[in-house]
Protein backbone atom coordinates (compact mmCIF):
# COMPACT_ATOMS: atom_id res chain seq x y z
CA UNK A 1 0.00 0.00 0.00
CA UNK A 2 3.18 2.27 0.86
CA UNK A 3 4.48 1.60 -2.32
CA UNK A 4 1.09 2.49 -4.56
CA UNK A 5 0.66 6.03 -2.18
CA UNK A 6 4.13 6.96 -3.71
CA UNK A 7 3.24 6.25 -6.89
CA UNK A 8 0.61 8.06 -7.29
CA UNK A 9 2.23 10.96 -5.29
CA UNK A 10 5.12 11.03 -7.82
CA UNK A 11 2.65 10.37 -10.23
CA UNK A 12 0.73 13.89 -9.39
CA UNK A 13 4.08 15.79 -8.82
CA UNK A 14 4.82 14.96 -12.32
CA UNK A 15 1.60 16.53 -13.28
CA UNK A 16 2.28 19.50 -11.35
CA UNK A 17 5.42 20.16 -12.94
CA UNK A 18 4.33 19.25 -16.30
CA UNK A 19 1.92 22.02 -15.81
CA UNK A 20 4.34 24.34 -14.50
CA UNK A 21 6.51 24.22 -17.37
CA UNK A 22 3.97 24.92 -19.81
CA UNK A 23 2.98 28.07 -17.94
CA UNK A 24 6.69 28.67 -18.25
CA UNK A 25 7.77 28.14 -21.98
CA UNK A 26 4.30 27.58 -23.80
CA UNK A 27 2.29 30.30 -22.40
CA UNK A 28 0.63 32.38 -25.66
CA UNK A 29 2.24 35.18 -26.88
CA UNK A 30 6.14 33.73 -25.75
CA UNK A 31 8.60 33.38 -27.43
CA UNK A 32 11.41 31.56 -25.72
CA UNK A 33 14.80 30.95 -27.34
CA UNK A 34 17.35 28.59 -26.03
CA UNK A 35 21.21 28.61 -26.71
CA UNK A 36 21.80 24.82 -26.30
CA UNK A 37 24.62 22.60 -28.02
CA UNK A 38 22.10 20.36 -29.96
CA UNK A 39 24.36 17.99 -31.10
CA UNK A 40 26.03 17.39 -27.88
CA UNK A 41 22.35 17.50 -26.12
CA UNK A 42 20.73 14.17 -28.61
CA UNK A 43 24.59 12.46 -28.04
CA UNK A 44 23.91 12.70 -24.39
CA UNK A 45 20.08 11.71 -24.55
CA UNK A 46 20.96 8.64 -27.12
CA UNK A 47 23.36 7.57 -24.92
CA UNK A 48 21.04 7.70 -22.19
CA UNK A 49 18.81 5.48 -23.78
CA UNK A 50 21.37 3.31 -24.89
CA UNK A 51 22.58 2.79 -21.20
CA UNK A 52 18.85 2.31 -19.88
CA UNK A 53 18.66 -0.40 -22.39
CA UNK A 54 21.69 -1.88 -21.36
CA UNK A 55 21.25 -1.30 -17.66
CA UNK A 56 17.38 -2.90 -18.13
CA UNK A 57 19.15 -5.84 -19.72
CA UNK A 58 21.50 -6.32 -16.90
CA UNK A 59 18.68 -5.97 -14.59
CA UNK A 60 16.80 -8.76 -15.88
CA UNK A 61 20.26 -11.05 -16.49
CA UNK A 62 20.74 -10.55 -12.92
CA UNK A 63 17.10 -11.44 -11.57
CA UNK A 64 17.33 -14.45 -13.77
CA UNK A 65 20.49 -15.14 -12.40
CA UNK A 66 19.38 -14.59 -8.68
CA UNK A 67 16.52 -16.97 -9.04
CA UNK A 68 18.47 -20.40 -9.98
CA UNK A 69 20.66 -19.49 -7.11
CA UNK A 70 17.79 -19.33 -5.21
CA UNK A 71 16.63 -22.35 -7.06
CA UNK A 72 19.10 -24.32 -6.31
CA UNK A 73 19.97 -22.97 -2.44
CA UNK A 74 16.84 -22.03 -1.34
CA UNK A 75 15.81 -18.70 -0.12
CA UNK A 76 17.88 -16.20 1.15
CA UNK A 77 17.83 -16.17 5.21
CA UNK A 78 15.50 -19.31 5.48
CA UNK A 79 17.22 -22.06 7.79
CA UNK A 80 17.07 -25.36 5.55
CA UNK A 81 18.97 -28.60 7.26
CA UNK A 82 18.55 -30.73 3.65
CA UNK A 83 20.16 -28.19 0.99
CA UNK A 84 22.49 -29.44 -1.18
CA UNK A 85 23.80 -25.91 -2.19
CA UNK A 86 25.04 -22.83 -0.73
CA UNK A 87 25.45 -19.01 -1.53
CA UNK A 88 28.51 -17.83 -1.91
CA UNK A 89 28.24 -14.30 -3.19
CA UNK A 90 29.12 -12.46 -6.02
CA UNK A 91 31.58 -11.94 -8.49
CA UNK A 92 32.25 -9.24 -10.82
CA UNK A 93 32.63 -10.51 -14.69
CA UNK A 94 31.06 -9.68 -18.02
CA UNK A 95 28.97 -10.51 -20.58
CA UNK A 96 28.73 -8.78 -24.03
CA UNK A 97 25.42 -7.12 -25.03
CA UNK A 98 25.11 -4.38 -27.93
CA UNK A 99 28.73 -5.51 -29.28
CA UNK A 100 30.40 -5.21 -25.90
CA UNK A 101 32.18 -6.41 -22.88
CA UNK A 102 29.38 -4.82 -20.09
CA UNK A 103 30.68 -5.63 -16.22
CA UNK A 104 28.11 -7.69 -14.37
CA UNK A 105 27.76 -9.15 -10.88
CA UNK A 106 27.56 -12.62 -11.40
CA UNK A 107 25.87 -14.44 -8.00
CA UNK A 108 27.82 -17.76 -7.20
CA UNK A 109 26.57 -21.05 -5.49
CA UNK A 110 28.35 -24.34 -4.60
CA UNK A 111 28.13 -27.63 -3.08
CA UNK A 112 29.11 -28.96 0.35
CA UNK A 113 32.70 -30.07 -1.45
CA UNK A 114 33.17 -26.24 -2.77
CA UNK A 115 32.11 -27.49 -6.47
CA UNK A 116 31.05 -24.14 -8.19
CA UNK A 117 27.45 -24.95 -9.83
CA UNK A 118 26.83 -23.71 -13.02
CA UNK A 119 23.78 -21.29 -13.64
CA UNK A 120 22.13 -22.04 -16.61
CA UNK A 121 21.48 -17.90 -17.86
CA UNK A 122 24.87 -17.22 -17.35
CA UNK A 123 26.24 -19.69 -19.48
CA UNK A 124 23.47 -18.82 -22.25
CA UNK A 125 24.93 -15.28 -22.16
CA UNK A 126 28.53 -16.25 -22.07
CA UNK A 127 27.94 -18.29 -24.97
CA UNK A 128 25.92 -15.83 -27.08
CA UNK A 129 27.89 -15.01 -30.09
CA UNK A 130 28.23 -11.08 -29.81
CA UNK A 131 29.03 -10.60 -33.63
CA UNK A 132 25.67 -11.96 -35.47
CA UNK A 133 24.45 -11.27 -38.74
CA UNK A 134 23.96 -7.28 -37.44
CA UNK A 135 27.80 -7.25 -37.44
CA UNK A 136 28.05 -9.37 -40.65
CA UNK A 137 25.35 -6.53 -42.71
CA UNK A 138 27.74 -3.72 -40.83
CA UNK A 139 30.51 -5.45 -42.33
CA UNK A 140 29.27 -6.03 -45.59
CA UNK A 141 27.97 -2.39 -45.76
CA UNK A 142 31.40 -0.97 -45.95
CA UNK A 143 32.40 -0.84 -42.53
CA UNK A 144 35.74 -2.10 -41.85
CA UNK A 145 36.92 -4.51 -38.68
CA UNK A 146 38.85 -1.05 -37.81
CA UNK A 147 36.04 1.09 -37.24
CA UNK A 148 33.18 -1.08 -36.15
CA UNK A 149 33.74 -0.24 -32.68
CA UNK A 150 32.27 3.23 -33.96
CA UNK A 151 29.02 2.14 -35.53
CA UNK A 152 28.20 0.83 -31.64
CA UNK A 153 25.49 2.64 -29.73
CA UNK A 154 26.79 4.45 -27.29
CA UNK A 155 27.00 4.25 -23.71
CA UNK A 156 27.49 6.49 -20.72
CA UNK A 157 30.59 7.22 -19.25
CA UNK A 158 29.76 5.78 -16.42
CA UNK A 159 29.15 2.29 -17.72
CA UNK A 160 32.13 -0.01 -17.66
CA UNK A 161 32.54 -1.54 -21.09
CA UNK A 162 35.10 -3.04 -23.73
CA UNK A 163 34.79 -3.28 -27.14
CA UNK A 164 35.58 -6.65 -29.31
CA UNK A 165 38.81 -6.71 -30.68
CA UNK A 166 39.43 -6.18 -33.81
CA UNK A 167 40.90 -9.63 -34.47
CA UNK A 168 37.65 -11.47 -32.74
CA UNK A 169 35.49 -9.13 -35.36
CA UNK A 170 37.34 -10.21 -38.37
CA UNK A 171 37.89 -14.19 -37.27
CA UNK A 172 33.78 -14.30 -36.96
CA UNK A 173 32.99 -12.39 -40.05
CA UNK A 174 35.32 -15.09 -41.81
CA UNK A 175 33.14 -17.50 -40.17
CA UNK A 176 30.07 -16.43 -40.26
CA UNK A 177 30.50 -15.21 -44.35
CA UNK A 178 31.78 -19.04 -45.32
CA UNK A 179 28.58 -20.75 -43.48
CA UNK A 180 26.66 -17.67 -45.45
CA UNK A 181 28.38 -18.80 -48.55
CA UNK A 182 27.79 -22.63 -48.07
CA UNK A 183 24.42 -21.75 -47.46
CA UNK A 184 24.29 -19.74 -50.69
CA UNK A 185 26.18 -22.83 -53.28
CA UNK A 186 23.60 -25.39 -51.37
CA UNK A 187 20.29 -24.08 -51.39
CA UNK A 188 17.54 -25.49 -53.60
CA UNK A 189 15.89 -23.65 -57.05
CA UNK A 190 12.60 -24.74 -55.80
CA UNK A 191 10.67 -21.95 -58.43
CA UNK A 192 10.01 -22.24 -62.27
CA UNK A 193 12.21 -19.34 -63.75
CA UNK A 194 11.30 -18.32 -67.19
CA UNK A 195 14.07 -15.72 -67.62
CA UNK A 196 17.58 -15.53 -66.31
CA UNK A 197 20.53 -13.08 -66.83
CA UNK A 198 24.44 -14.39 -66.60
CA UNK A 199 27.14 -11.61 -65.94
CA UNK A 200 30.71 -11.53 -64.67
CA UNK A 201 31.85 -9.39 -61.76
CA UNK A 202 36.08 -9.03 -61.91
CA UNK A 203 38.06 -8.75 -58.68
CA UNK A 204 41.73 -8.01 -59.79
CA UNK A 205 42.81 -11.34 -61.38
CA UNK A 206 39.86 -12.85 -60.68
CA UNK A 207 35.88 -13.17 -62.28
CA UNK A 208 33.01 -14.97 -60.46
CA UNK A 209 29.90 -15.63 -62.68
CA UNK A 210 26.89 -14.81 -60.92
CA UNK A 211 23.35 -15.88 -62.21
CA UNK A 212 20.05 -13.47 -61.44
CA UNK A 213 16.61 -15.44 -62.56
CA UNK A 214 13.53 -14.15 -62.22
CA UNK A 215 10.15 -15.86 -61.86
CA UNK A 216 6.63 -16.05 -63.14
CA UNK A 217 5.47 -13.38 -61.00
CA UNK A 218 8.59 -10.87 -61.55
CA UNK A 219 10.45 -11.54 -58.47
CA UNK A 220 14.49 -11.80 -58.34
CA UNK A 221 16.20 -14.81 -57.16
CA UNK A 222 20.06 -14.89 -56.87
CA UNK A 223 20.59 -18.40 -58.47
CA UNK A 224 24.31 -18.84 -57.85
CA UNK A 225 27.94 -18.58 -58.55
CA UNK A 226 30.90 -19.81 -59.65
CA UNK A 227 34.80 -18.48 -59.89
CA UNK A 228 37.66 -18.59 -62.02
CA UNK A 229 40.00 -17.33 -63.47
CA UNK A 230 38.21 -15.68 -66.89
CA UNK A 231 34.84 -15.78 -68.51
CA UNK A 232 35.57 -19.33 -69.97
CA UNK A 233 32.75 -21.70 -71.52
CA UNK A 234 34.03 -24.09 -68.67
CA UNK A 235 33.35 -21.92 -66.27
CA UNK A 236 30.10 -21.33 -67.23
CA UNK A 237 29.48 -24.77 -67.45
CA UNK A 238 30.13 -25.28 -64.50
CA UNK A 239 28.19 -22.65 -62.68
CA UNK A 240 24.93 -24.28 -65.23
CA UNK A 241 25.71 -27.83 -63.95
CA UNK A 242 25.55 -26.68 -60.40
CA UNK A 243 22.09 -24.71 -60.95
CA UNK A 244 20.84 -27.85 -62.74
CA UNK A 245 22.41 -29.98 -59.68
CA UNK A 246 20.56 -27.67 -57.30
CA UNK A 247 16.82 -27.82 -59.14
CA UNK A 248 16.50 -26.12 -61.95
CA UNK A 249 14.45 -27.47 -64.76
CA UNK A 250 16.80 -27.55 -67.76
CA UNK A 251 13.71 -28.72 -70.04
CA UNK A 252 11.81 -25.70 -69.17
CA UNK A 253 11.58 -23.05 -71.59
CA UNK A 254 13.65 -20.16 -70.85
CA UNK A 255 15.14 -16.81 -72.03
CA UNK A 256 19.02 -16.72 -71.45
CA UNK A 257 19.45 -12.63 -71.07
CA UNK A 258 23.51 -12.10 -71.21
CA UNK A 259 26.18 -8.78 -72.44
CA UNK A 260 27.07 -10.53 -75.77
CA UNK A 261 30.38 -12.53 -73.94
CA UNK A 262 31.19 -15.18 -76.25
CA UNK A 263 32.19 -18.03 -73.71
CA UNK A 264 29.03 -17.08 -71.51
CA UNK A 265 26.76 -17.92 -74.97
CA UNK A 266 29.01 -21.47 -75.95
CA UNK A 267 28.33 -22.28 -72.31
CA UNK A 268 24.41 -21.81 -72.55
CA UNK A 269 24.65 -23.55 -75.89
CA UNK A 270 26.25 -26.54 -74.82
CA UNK A 271 24.34 -27.55 -71.79
CA UNK A 272 21.14 -26.40 -72.93
CA UNK A 273 21.14 -27.01 -76.59
CA UNK A 274 21.21 -25.10 -79.75
CA UNK A 275 17.95 -23.84 -79.79
CA UNK A 276 18.10 -22.20 -76.30
CA UNK A 277 16.91 -18.57 -76.45
CA UNK A 278 19.63 -16.07 -75.80
CA UNK A 279 18.81 -12.18 -75.48
CA UNK A 280 21.95 -9.97 -76.53
CA UNK A 281 22.00 -7.18 -74.37
CA UNK A 282 20.80 -4.64 -76.75
CA UNK A 283 22.84 -1.53 -74.62
CA UNK A 284 26.26 -3.60 -74.98
CA UNK A 285 25.74 -4.15 -78.92
CA UNK A 286 25.10 -0.54 -79.16
CA UNK A 287 28.24 0.63 -77.13
CA UNK A 288 30.56 -2.18 -78.90
CA UNK A 289 29.24 -0.60 -82.44
CA UNK A 290 29.64 3.25 -81.19
CA UNK A 291 33.55 2.15 -79.64
CA UNK A 292 34.56 1.44 -83.56
CA UNK A 293 33.14 4.89 -84.73
CA UNK A 294 33.97 8.67 -84.46
CA UNK A 295 32.21 10.82 -81.79
CA UNK A 296 30.12 12.65 -84.27
CA UNK A 297 28.43 9.70 -85.19
CA UNK A 298 27.43 8.46 -82.09
CA UNK A 299 24.21 9.64 -81.73
CA UNK A 300 22.62 9.00 -85.24
CA UNK A 301 24.24 5.80 -85.43
CA UNK A 302 22.65 4.90 -81.88
CA UNK A 303 19.70 6.46 -82.83
CA UNK A 304 19.37 4.26 -85.86
CA UNK A 305 19.54 1.04 -83.73
CA UNK A 306 17.67 2.02 -81.38
CA UNK A 307 14.69 2.95 -83.53
CA UNK A 308 14.99 -0.80 -85.17
CA UNK A 309 14.91 -3.00 -81.69
CA UNK A 310 11.95 -0.48 -81.24
CA UNK A 311 9.89 -2.14 -84.28
CA UNK A 312 7.40 -4.99 -83.44
CA UNK A 313 8.49 -7.08 -86.54
CA UNK A 314 11.46 -8.77 -86.47
CA UNK A 315 12.34 -8.89 -90.14
CA UNK A 316 12.08 -5.58 -90.44
CA UNK A 317 14.41 -4.91 -87.45
CA UNK A 318 16.75 -6.94 -89.45
CA UNK A 319 16.26 -5.19 -92.95
CA UNK A 320 16.91 -1.89 -90.86
CA UNK A 321 20.05 -2.92 -88.62
CA UNK A 322 21.91 -4.82 -91.76
CA UNK A 323 21.35 -1.76 -94.05
CA UNK A 324 23.01 0.53 -91.14
CA UNK A 325 25.46 -2.18 -91.03
CA UNK A 326 26.70 -1.44 -94.93
CA UNK A 327 26.44 1.84 -94.95
CA UNK A 328 29.13 1.62 -93.00
CA UNK A 329 30.93 -1.22 -94.14
CA UNK A 330 33.06 1.14 -96.04
CA UNK A 331 34.12 3.57 -94.26
CA UNK A 332 33.87 1.57 -90.53
CA UNK A 333 34.51 -2.05 -91.47
CA UNK A 334 34.77 -2.35 -87.84
CA UNK A 335 31.80 -1.15 -86.65
CA UNK A 336 29.87 -2.93 -89.42
CA UNK A 337 31.39 -6.27 -88.41
CA UNK A 338 30.15 -5.45 -84.78
CA UNK A 339 26.57 -4.88 -85.47
CA UNK A 340 26.36 -8.14 -87.32
CA UNK A 341 28.13 -10.37 -84.95
CA UNK A 342 25.10 -11.40 -82.89
CA UNK A 343 22.38 -9.27 -84.83
CA UNK A 344 19.87 -12.22 -84.80
CA UNK A 345 20.26 -12.61 -81.00
CA UNK A 346 19.47 -8.85 -80.12
CA UNK A 347 16.06 -9.75 -81.56
CA UNK A 348 14.89 -12.37 -79.78
CA UNK A 349 12.44 -10.50 -77.74
CA UNK A 350 10.77 -8.95 -80.67
CA UNK A 351 10.53 -12.34 -82.26
CA UNK A 352 8.89 -13.94 -78.84
CA UNK A 353 6.48 -10.81 -79.35
CA UNK A 354 6.98 -9.17 -76.01
CA UNK A 355 6.42 -5.68 -75.35
CA UNK A 356 5.83 -2.43 -73.48
CA UNK A 357 7.59 -2.51 -69.92
CA UNK A 358 8.58 -6.08 -69.88
CA UNK A 359 10.71 -5.48 -73.32
CA UNK A 360 12.51 -2.66 -71.83
CA UNK A 361 13.48 -4.52 -68.49
CA UNK A 362 14.65 -7.55 -70.67
CA UNK A 363 16.28 -6.19 -73.53
CA UNK A 364 19.09 -4.90 -71.61
CA UNK A 365 21.24 -6.66 -68.81
CA UNK A 366 20.65 -3.68 -66.69
CA UNK A 367 18.84 -5.71 -63.68
CA UNK A 368 22.14 -7.51 -63.23
CA UNK A 369 24.48 -5.35 -63.15
CA UNK A 370 22.73 -3.03 -61.12
CA UNK A 371 23.69 -6.15 -58.22
CA UNK A 372 27.11 -6.16 -59.62
CA UNK A 373 27.26 -2.74 -58.58
CA UNK A 374 26.12 -3.25 -55.20
CA UNK A 375 28.38 -6.20 -54.48
CA UNK A 376 31.03 -3.79 -55.70
CA UNK A 377 29.99 -0.99 -53.28
CA UNK A 378 30.29 -3.78 -50.46
CA UNK A 379 33.19 -4.52 -51.37
CA UNK A 380 35.36 -1.77 -51.98
CA UNK A 381 37.40 -1.35 -48.60
CA UNK A 382 39.08 -4.55 -49.61
CA UNK A 383 42.66 -3.94 -50.72
CA UNK A 384 43.91 -7.46 -51.08
CA UNK A 385 42.47 -10.93 -52.28
CA UNK A 386 43.67 -13.53 -51.10
CA UNK A 387 41.82 -16.31 -52.67
CA UNK A 388 39.03 -17.46 -54.68
CA UNK A 389 37.33 -18.93 -51.47
CA UNK A 390 37.48 -15.10 -49.67
CA UNK A 391 35.87 -13.53 -53.01
CA UNK A 392 33.35 -15.69 -52.63
CA UNK A 393 32.60 -14.94 -49.18
CA UNK A 394 32.18 -11.76 -49.86
CA UNK A 395 30.21 -11.63 -52.99
CA UNK A 396 27.62 -14.40 -50.97
CA UNK A 397 27.48 -11.64 -48.05
CA UNK A 398 26.89 -8.89 -50.48
CA UNK A 399 24.12 -10.40 -52.49
CA UNK A 400 22.41 -11.38 -49.03
CA UNK A 401 22.66 -7.89 -47.99
CA UNK A 402 21.35 -6.45 -51.81
CA UNK A 403 18.71 -9.52 -52.04
CA UNK A 404 16.50 -7.66 -48.86
CA UNK A 405 16.21 -4.68 -51.08
CA UNK A 406 14.61 -6.82 -53.74
CA UNK A 407 11.57 -5.88 -55.38
CA UNK A 408 9.88 -7.06 -58.65
CA UNK A 409 11.17 -6.17 -61.92
CA UNK A 410 9.77 -3.30 -63.96
CA UNK A 411 6.97 -5.09 -66.12
CA UNK A 412 6.45 -7.76 -63.64
CA UNK A 413 2.49 -7.72 -64.74
CA UNK A 414 3.20 -8.95 -67.88
CA UNK A 415 5.42 -11.95 -66.90
CA UNK A 416 2.31 -14.17 -68.84
CA UNK A 417 3.70 -12.66 -71.67
CA UNK A 418 6.86 -13.81 -71.49
CA UNK A 419 5.96 -17.67 -70.64
CA UNK A 420 3.01 -17.86 -73.02
CA UNK A 421 5.73 -16.94 -75.93
CA UNK A 422 7.86 -19.71 -74.17
CA UNK A 423 5.43 -22.16 -74.26
CA UNK A 424 4.62 -21.33 -77.75
CA UNK A 425 8.11 -21.45 -79.02
CA UNK A 426 9.50 -24.35 -77.55
CA UNK A 427 6.67 -26.75 -79.36
CA UNK A 428 8.65 -26.26 -82.16
CA UNK A 429 12.10 -27.71 -82.07
CA UNK A 430 13.83 -25.54 -84.19
CA UNK A 431 11.64 -22.14 -82.84
CA UNK A 432 10.48 -21.35 -86.35
CA UNK A 433 8.66 -18.50 -85.01
CA UNK A 434 12.12 -16.76 -83.80
CA UNK A 435 13.43 -17.12 -87.46
CA UNK A 436 14.17 -14.07 -89.01
CA UNK A 437 13.88 -13.58 -92.82
Known amino acids: MQALAKAKKGATEMKSLTKSIRKKFVAEET ?11 LRDVQSAFYGLCINAGKAVLGAMMEAERTALCGPKGVPDLGRTAYRGGHTR ?27 PTFQWATQRDPLNAATLSAIAAGVSTRRYRGTLDPLPA ?16 VALSAEQLGQWLLRRIEVQLPAVMIDGIHFQDR ?20 EGSTEKATVVRALLSNLIERGLDADAPRLWIIDGGKAIRRGIREVFGATAL ?91 ENLNGRVAHH ?33 YRDMTQLTDALAKASASPVNEKLKVA
Not at 31 to 41: D, E, I, M, N, T
Not at 159 to 168: F, L, N, P
Not at 207 to 226: I, N, S, T
Not at 388 to 408: D, H, P
Open 31 to 41: HVQLSLPVAGV
Open 93 to 119: TSVVLGGRRIAIRRPRAHVLQAEELSL
Open 158 to 173: TEIQSSVSRSAVSRRF
Open 207 to 226: VVLLALGFDAQGKKHVLGLW
Open 278 to 368: IQRCQEHKRRNVIEHLPEDLHTSVGRAMKDAWESRDTALAKRQLERLANSLAKTHPGAAASLREGLEETLTLIGLGIEGTLYCTLRTTNPI
Open 379 to 411: TRNVKRWRDGEMVLRWIATSLNEASRGFRAVRG
